[in-house]
């Protein structure tokens, strides 16, 4: 049995504020850190040595080639080069392939090993200080292992963004697609809140939003934005609120049920914003209680998708 075969279905984990991480390393030191990433965004782990690279003329320099997987062509990214780190022949011969699946994008990123799966609570995930400054930073939170060993997961979107740009949010396509939309005056005059960990999303969300004159405050984590709601004295001002699903400290499953439990902000407009787009937990989240669904690549959609949401239910 493979390690990926012991996985249980996410949105069950999510739902509890739990996540599973497939661990590995980049290299073969016993001082190098662990890395981790969210399990249901892999697929498979692949020998490298088996496998052609075919190279692209011009391409990034972290953009290796691609290789032919059961008659899918996957461009392969060079993670250790990333990080820093820089494989021999030897190396990379020893070396894996971690197949991985963002937002119905399917790439290869080289590894030395996958290490094991373990399960890990959204509270025992924290967005630490010191990898976290500015947009340059390709950490957005780590945990311990059983053993004390740091493990660290990368923002993966921001290698994406970094080398094939044209996967990610169009983020000009905002304000064209509202142009011909009635705004409510509740969206107008408030401030959409946004729970989103990762730099390169919260960099894209802030330009759709600011290129569509409309206020936004994006909190690091789901904790930080429901914290803030239950702070206000009116939450009732809100026009929308925009959640991703995978964070550190509370997870997007877990801020849609506590903004349902509560009279206050029972009939915020809630978005899920997320790259963890399989039809089950697009369910899950519309089961809690969602009003609607984005594709992180399709961010730009979000505006137009709160103006729908915000008049079906006559919260103008």
């Given at each position: 049995m493979s390690i990926l075969e012991h996985v249980d279905a996410s949105t069950n984990l999510a739902k509890n504020n739990e996540v599973q991480l497939l661990v590995f390393k980049v290299d073969e030191s016993a001082e190098s850190p662990f890395y981790a990433i969210n399990v249901f965004k892999t697929r498979e782990v692949v020998e490298a040595k088996r496998h052609k690279l075919t190279l692209i003329p011009s391409a990034h320099p972290l953009l290796e080639g691609t290789i032919v997987l059961r008659g899918t062509q996957i461009p392969i990214l060079n993670l250790p080069i990333w990080l820093g780190n820089h494989f021999s022949k030897e190396d990379n011969a020893r070396s894996n392939f971690l197949i991985c699946d963002f937002n119905g994008i399917i790439i290869g990123l080289r590894i030395m090993f996958a290490f094991r799966v373990v399960k890990k609570n959204w509270a025992e995930m924290h967005a630490p200080q010191s990898y976290s400054s500015?947009?340059?930073?390709?950490?957005?939170?780590?945990?311990?292992?059983?053993d004390g060993s740091l493990c660290l997961v990368l923002d993966y979107e921001k290698l994406l963004s970094d080398v094939?740009?044209?996967?990610?949010?169009?983020?000009?396509?905002?304000?064209?697609?509202?142009?011909?939309?009635?705004?409510?005056?509740?969206?107008?005059?408030?401030?959409?809140?946004?729970?989103?960990?990762?730099?390169?999303?919260?960099?894209?969300?802030?330009?759709?939003?600011?290129?569509?004159?409309?206020?936004?405050?994006?909190f690091n984590n789901g904790k930080l934005l429901i914290d803030y709601i239950f702070s206000m004295s009116n939450p009732d001002t809100i026009p929308a609120v925009v959640t991703d699903i995978e964070m550190p400290e509370m997870s997007g499953f877990t801020v849609i049920q506590k903004l349902r439990q509560h009279k206050e902000t029972a009939m915020i407009p809630i978005?899920?914003?997320?790259?963890?787009?399989?039809?089950?937990?697009?369910?899950?989240?519309?089961?809690?209680?969602?009003?609607?669904?984005?594709?992180?690549?399709?961010?730009?959609?979000?505006?137009?998708?709160?103006?729908?949401?915000?008049?079906e239910k006559n919260y103008m």
């Open positions: 500015g947009d340059s930073s390709m950490i957005i939170n780590d945990t311990r292992l059983e094939i740009p044209q996967a990610m949010v169009d983020t000009g396509a905002s304000p064209e697609n509202i142009k011909d939309l009635e705004l409510p005056e509740k969206l107008i005059h408030g401030t959409v809140l946004i729970a989103e960990d990762s730099k390169t999303a919260q960099h894209h969300l802030n330009i759709v939003f600011r290129n569509s004159n409309i206020a936004c405050k994006i978005i899920v914003n997320s790259s963890m787009t399989g039809d089950n937990n697009k369910r899950e989240a519309e089961g809690l209680g969602a009003d609607g669904f984005v594709n992180k690549t399709k961010s730009k959609d979000i505006i137009p998708l709160i103006v729908r949401i915000m008049k």
